[in-house]
């Protein structure tokens, strides 16, 4: 059963050392995210799931790894500890393992910020196309998978806030967002279901997949939102939210 939830954007420039000299541009976001992260070990789950879109989508086992060298940072996370581990984490990761997409990087990033948490990890890649049905099927399974579940789940609005955004001026993108923040600030099961997967792919807004994950996860579980943090940076939609 899903007992809590935090919902984080999943930018690279979350990482101060990729962000560098623009990293205090986003000081306020990364404190949210770190009060949103720190409810899910308040929660004493026995499993938790970092979910966020990946073109390929999947399972990354605990003990995979990531990088942000493709942002011209050596800087390496890891997603908890390996199973096979021993002893302390080395910073590796098994050999057959894929490694972490940037969403379920920045996710083990702000993970290991908060510490390591006592329940096993897993990572879970949703493709971003994937229609509301399948997401939310995804989450009921995830929260059936444990007596009590927690989430990490990484995802941004839309990328169409102004002209300089990723995805130029769209004049619909504020309209989204602001549907996917209520939704987000009240643990809205419904309204995050019924985000239109079309208009979110136009809008370049990566986080519909994994929210409606979480949507799945919820239902039934009578948990209540909070929203820490609203911003469009860049022209990107960000979210901080909290389900307990």
Known sequence: MLVAAAVCPCPPLLVPEVAVGAAPELDA??????????????????????????PEGGVFPAGSAGTFAGFGV???????????????????APADVRPL???????????????????????????EGAEPDVCSGIGRELAASAPRVA???MGDGSACRTVKAP??????????????????????VAALLALDPDLAHELKAAGRAPWQ???????GA??????????????????????S
């Open 151 to 153: 989430l990490l789940v």
């Open 29 to 54: 976001a990364r404190a949210a995210c770190a009060d949103a992260v720190g409810l899910l070990a308040a929660a004493r789950p026995d499993r938790l799931y970092v979910v966020g879109p990946a």
């Open 74 to 92: 050596d800087l390496a996370v890891r997603l908890g500890e390996s199973p096979t581990e021993d002893g302390p984490a080395t910073g590796g």
């Open 101 to 127: 997409p940037s969403a379920l990087a920045v996710g083990a990033w702000l993970l290991g910020r908060a510490g390591r948490a006592a329940a096993p990890i897993e990572g879970l890649g949703v493709d």
């Open 222 to 243: 009578g948990l209540e939102g909070r929203l820490l943090f609203e911003d469009a940076p860049y022209g990107v939609g960000y979210f901080v939210a909290t389900w």
């Open 167 to 188: 995805g130029y001026l769209d004049e619909r993108a504020v309209g989204f967002d602001a549907q996917a923040a209520r939704a987000l600030g009240t643990a809205d």
């Open 213 to 219: 994950v979480l949507a799945g996860a919820a239902e």
